[in-house]
C-alpha cells in the first residue's frame, strides 16, 4: 500500500515542502529510505522500528520503501523522523484519514517521545506559504512556531499523543505564542557607567543614529570594548518584522534559548581566532556565521589587526551587500548580514603610538606592519573611525553624573524617525542606494563648498565621498535639519580623518 504525508525542509533560510511517500509490498522485510538522505534522515530508520513499537504499533514486516521528494533535493537532520512515521502507519493501516492539508515536523526517540528541532519558525512560515492549515511540531517548539498567524500549530510530545489526535479519540490544543511579559530580555550595559570619552561616544551616536561602521583606535583601557558592548542599548527596539528575521537566524543555528521571539537587538563579538568559515558561515550543511547571528544587530570585532586577513577580507561582500551566500555543490544558500560592524583596536602593538603620557616601544617598521593587517577595502567600508584618547582623573573623579543610554537612545529613535518620513522604504542612513542619495542629501552653499574643498584636499574615493555625505546626513538628521549644513559636512569629515593620520590613505 501507499501513502504520503508532508513536511517542511530548509535550504537556509528559504523553507520548501518535502513529500514523505511510504510504499508497503510483500516481500523480504527491508527498510530503505530514498531521496538524497543524509546520514541523519538514513539513521532514523532504526529510531522509527523502535520508536513505532514502542508506542503500542506494530512494525509491518513488508519491504518498506520511502521516498522523500524531490529527489533531487538534499535532505538532512531528524526533522523528517515524524513524518515519514506517520506516512509508514498511514501504510500500514494503523492511521487512517486525509492528512494533505497537515505536515509533521520532529526527531523520533526510540521510546517513541517527540524531540525538539532547529528551524521551526522558518519551517511555520513556509508551511503557511505553501498552504499547510496545520503544523505538527515538537511539544519544546510549540510556543517559537506559534508566532506565525495564519496557520494551527499543535505541539507534540510523543507518537502516541499524535496518533490519538490523528484518530480523533483525543484532541490536542494549538500551541500559544508566549506572552510579551514572559520573553527574555536581560538589563543591557548603560552608558551611565562610562566615565569621560564624551567625543567616542558622540560618535557611537552617530553611528546607532544612521546604522553606520565604526572603527575605535586607542591605547589599552582606554574603554573601547566597554564603550561597543553598550551600543546595543542605545539602538533603537527591534519591529516585529525585524525579531521575525532574528528569530529565524538563531533558529536555524540552534542558537534559539526560549520560544519566543528575540526582541533585543544581537551584539556578537567572536574572538580573533575566529575562521572565516566561522565569520560568514559554512559546513557541509551550511550554518549561519557571527555577521548572520549579528543581523540587524552589532558585529563586534576587538583587537581587528589580530584577526586573519583571509576572515576580514571575507566580510568586505557581505558588509556591502547585507547577505552572504555560500556555494556548495548541491545548493547556493543565503543568510542576511545586515549588521554594524564596530572594530577597536590599538595603534600599535605595544598599544602606546601616540600616547600623550608613555612612550612606544614599536620601531616604525612595526607599526607599519601592525597597521597594515587592517586592508584599505576594509578600511572604506568603515564608515566613522574614533580616536579614543585615555581618561583624565578628573572625569572619574566628577560627581556629575554621565548621561543614561535611555537619553541618548531617545534622541536616536527621533533620528531614525525623521529618516523614515523621509525614506519609508529604508531603515537607515547607511542603507541609502546611490540612486536616491542626492535626494535625500540636499546640501546647502556652504556645505557643499566645504565637502569640496574636502574631496579635493584628502582626495577622497567616490566610496568615502558617498559615506561622508551618509554620515553629514546622518548628523543633520539628529540636529533635525531638513538641510545638510556646514557643521554637520566638518564633524563628518572630521570621522574620515584617522586613516590619513595612521595609515597615510
Given amino acids: ?272 581566532t575566529v575562521s572565516p568559515a566561522g565569520l560568514t558561515g559554512g559546513g557541509s550543511s551550511p550554518k549561519p556565521g557571527e555577521i548572520s547571528l549579528a543581523h540587524r544587530g552589532v558585529l563586534f570585532l576587538d583587537e581587528l589587526p589580530e584577526f586573519s586577513r583571509q576572515a576580514m577580507e571575507a566580510l568586505r561582500q557581505p558588509l556591502e551587500d547585507g547577505v552572504v551566500t555560500i556555494s556548495r555543490a548541491n545548493a547556493r544558500i543565503t543568510y542576511p548580514s545586515q549588521v554594524m560592524l564596530v572594530g577597536a583596536m590599538n595603534p600599535c602593538p605595544c598599544g602606546y603610538y601616540g600616547h600623550p603620557t608613555r612612550p612606544c616601544t614599536c620601531s616604525p617598521a612595526a607599526v607599519t606592519r601592525y597597521l597594515s593587517r587592517v586592508s584599505g577595502p576594509l578600511l572604506s567600508r568603515i564608515d566613522l573611525h574614533i580616536e579614543v584618547q585615555p581618561v583624565e582623573y578628573e572625569a572619574f573623579s566628577s560627581p556629575t553624573p554621565e548621561e543614561s543610554s535611555q537619553e541618548i537612545q531617545k534622541r536616536v529613535i527621533a533620528a531614525r524617525e525623521f529618516q523614515r518620513l523621509r525614506n519609508p522604504s529604508i531603515l537607515c542612513n547607511a542603507q541609502i542606494p546611490p540612486s536616491l542619495l542626492r535626494q535625500s542629501c540636499p546640501l546647502d552653499d556652504g556645505a557643499d563648498r566645504l565637502l569640496k574643498a574636502a574631496f579635493e584636499r584628502m582626495g577622497l574615493s567616490g566610496r568615502a565621498y558617498e559615506r561622508i555625505l551618509k554620515m553629514a546626513r546622518t548628523i543633520a538628521d539628529l540636529d533635525r535639519s531638513e538641510v545638510i549644513r556646514a557643521p554637520h559636512i566638518s564633524e563628518a569629515v572630521q570621522y574620515r580623518s584617522l586613516d590619513r593620520k595612521y595609515w597615510n590613505r
Fill in 1 to 272: 500500500m501507499f501513502c504520503s504525508t508532508r513536511s517542511i525542509g530548509l535550504l537556509g533560510l528559504e523553507p520548501f515542502l518535502i513529500s514523505a511517500e511510504a510504499d508497503l509490498t510483500r516481500a523480504i522485510p527491508s527498510f530503505d529510505i530514498v531521496g538524497l538522505p543524509d546520514a541523519a534522515v538514513r539513521e532514523s530508520r532504526d529510531r522509527i522500528r523502535s520508536a513505532i513499537k514502542n508506542s503500542g504499533f506494530d512494525f509491518p514486516e513488508r519491504k518498506v520503501v520511502v521516498n522523500l521528494a524531490p529527489a533531487g533535493t538534499k535532505k538532512a537532520g531528524a526533522s523528517l523522523d515524524l513524518a515519514i512515521c506517520v506516512a509508514l502507519l498511514q501504510a500500514a493501516g494503523q492511521l487512517e484519514g486525509d492528512f494533505s492539508s497537515m505536515a509533521f515536523v520532529g526527531e523520533l526517540s526510540l521510546g517513541g517521545e517527540i524531540r525538539p528541532v532547529h528551524g521551526v519558525l522558518p519551517m511555520a512560515l513556509g508551511a503557511k506559504q505553501l498552504g499547510i492549515a496545520s503544523l505538527f511540531v515538537p511539544y519544546e517548539n510549540g510556543a517559537e512556531g506559534a508566532v506565525v498567524q495564519g496557520i494551527t500549530v499543535y505541539p507534540v510530545k510523543n507518537l502516541a499523543e499524535l496518533a490519538e489526535h490523528l484518530r480523533g479519540t483525543h484532541t490536542l490544543s494549538p500551541a500559544q505564542p508566549l506572552p510579551e511579559g514572559e520573553l527574555p530580555s536581560g538589563p543591557l550595559p548603560d552608558f551611565a557607567e562610562v566615565k569621560g570619552q564624551q567625543a567616542a561616544k558622540r560618535g557611537l551616536e552617530v553611528a546607532a543614529a544612521g546604522g553606520h561602521n565604526l572603527l575605535m583606535i586607542g591605547p589599552p583601557g582606554t574603554g573601547k570594548s566597554m564603550l561597543a558592548k553598550r551600543l546595543p542599548s542605545i539602538l533603537p527596539p527591534l519591529s516585529y518584522e525585524e525579531s521575525v528575521e532574528v528569530t529565524q537566524v538563531y533558529s536555524v543555528g540552534g542558537l534559539l534559548t526560549s520560544g519566543g521571539l528575540l526582541r533585543q537587538r544581537p551584539f556578537r563579538a567572536p574572538h580573533h
